[in-house]
């Protein structure tokens, strides 16, 4: 005869039963309170080929997404910095040309004094970084754009020191400038000369969005700068009488270097709106691929609610039965 009273395997099933249902608690417990199916293996349909798909995509997108949003940061700052530029040419240039136009020499005097302090300004925003790169330095993001202000001003002086006249100073100052072979190509500009990596937008797709201080916009708007900076120096030791036709140049330099800096600006604007158009399309292509692993992998929370109480009720009854069953004896059973 079978005995009624609870034998050691009975007393074994219900503790794997009463294990079985507080794994599964815990489990719907997980699946409430972070909405998310806890068995994505079986949420796949046990093939996970497709979640896979979708969380590799969805990687792929986050790189994308933050590459374009670095090339964004770098070209609003080289907008910027180009602006900048254009306000110092447009400042500088077109009031040291009307004085001199109007033969006011002591007025363009002032304004060429503050050639310096401009010039100094406009190295120092060449040399500008950004994410650990220089901005104008072209592919050798890793060092400075250019030398110390301080240097470049002092070449051109003895540039100056050194002519004959006007002419010859206005040549060489050129040649500085403008010449491959020049001082400021060969000593000064300590970029490369070739251009910063495009930024990428889309698979095999790509927009430039290098600006280098050896273009030639950049180095029109120096040369004007550093040339009516020497001009007035204290120390100009230049060919005498000299002054009006070097301020002259220096003014025509600069007022042309803000045309080319305006166009360089125009070109930057392309590639900007070219990547704000891949950030649109990127950032709707990475909620499409958000919705789709939501509806894959997400827990209705009604039902997730609803699961975890069926579940604890069956904990309960699991824990009411092993005691019950805990406290019967053999006195209890012949009574």
Do not use: C
């Amino acid at each position: 005869m079978t005995s009624p009273l609870p034998d050691l395997a009975s007393a074994l099933r219900l503790q794997r039963d009463a294990g079985d249902v507080r794994a599964a608690l815990e489990r719907a417990g997980r699946e409430l309170s972070t909405g998310r199916k806890d068995d994505l293996f079986a949420a796949s349909g046990h093939d996970p080929r497709r979640l896979l798909a979708i969380e590799a995509s969805q990687a792929r997108a986050a790189r994308e997404s933050e590459g374009v949003s670095l090339s964004q940061g770098r070209v609003s700052l080289t907008q910027s910095v180009m602006g900048g530029l254009g306000e110092l040419a447009n400042e500088l240039g077109l009031e040291l040309s009307a004085s001199l136009a109007r033969g006011d020499y002591n007025s363009a005097r002032i304004h060429a004094a503050g050639a310096q302090d401009a010039f100094r300004a406009a190295v120092q925003n060449l040399n500008t970084r950004y994410g650990g790169r220089t901005l104008f330095a072209g592919a050798a993001v890793d060092q400075p754009a250019l030398a110390p202000p301080d240097d470049i001003l002092a070449d051109v002086s003895a540039l100056l020191a050194g002519a004959v006249d006007a002419a010859d100073a206005i040549a060489q100052v050129d040649f500085y400038f403008d010449d491959p072979a020049g001082g400021f190509a060969a000593t000064r500009f300590l970029g490369s000369a070739e251009d910063a990596p495009r930024a990428t937008i889309d698979e095999g797709a790509s927009v430039d969005i290098s600006r280098r201080a050896d273009d030639p916009e950049v180095r029109a708007l120096l040369k004007g700068l550093a040339l009516a900076a020497a001009t007035v120096d204290p120390a100009y030791a230049g060919p005498a009488d000299a002054e009006t036709d070097l301020l002259g140049h220096a003014a025509d330099v600069t007022v042309a270097s803000r045309e080319l800096i305006v166009q360089s600006q125009a070109m930057l604007g392309l590639s900007e709106q070219r990547l704000e158009e891949a950030s649109v399309r990127i950032s709707a292509r990475r909620d499409a691929l958000d919705i789709a692993w939501n509806d894959a992998t997400s827990r209705d929370p009604f039902d997730a609610a609803t699961e975890f109480q069926a579940v604890e009720q069956q904990l309960e009854r699991v824990f009411a039965v092993t005691a019950r069953m805990s406290r019967l004896t053999l006195l209890d059973f012949l009574r």
